[in-house]
């Protein structure tokens, strides 16, 4: 499966956008989509995750402020970015994970920056 993200940008604390990752597949045959992040120095870390059943989790640090959702009709799972902080600066990827027997393949997209200015 190939995932296109994107929807980065530069906004000043405290605005919006909102991050879309297109699969090459129905992703009501993927078993989870998550959004990551990498900052700079850091590891990339988790930021949101939902199944194909619409369970979903979030890394503390966005819990309140970002919300992950998921159009089968396109093809589409997006990250809602509000009150955004500085601190949120990263470059974002979404990860496919698929179930294949018994073991899970991992397909990751190609990251998106953002950018949050003080």
């Known amino acids: 499966v190939q995932l296109q993200a994107s929807g980065g940008g530069l906004v000043q604390a405290g605005g919006s956008l909102r991050l879309s990752c297109a699969a090459s597949?129905?992703?009501?045959?993927?078993?989870?989509v998550g959004w990551y992040r990498q900052a700079p120095g850091k590891q990339r870390e988790l930021v949101a995750r939902?199944?194909?059943?619409?369970?979903?989790n979030y890394a503390d640090s966005v819990k309140g402020r970002f919300t992950i959702s998921r159009d089968n009709a396109e093809n589409t799972v997006y990250l809602q970015m509000d009150s955004l902080k500085p601190e949120d600066t990263a470059v974002y990827y979404c990860?496919?994970?698929?179930?294949?027997?018994?073991?899970?393949?991992?397909?990751w997209g190609q990251g998106t920056q953002v950018t949050v200015s003080s």
């Open positions: 939902i199944t194909s059943g619409g369970s979903t």
């Open positions: 990860k496919a994970d698929i179930l294949i027997m018994t073991s899970f393949l991992y397909f």
């Open positions: 597949r129905s992703i009501s045959s993927i078993n989870a």
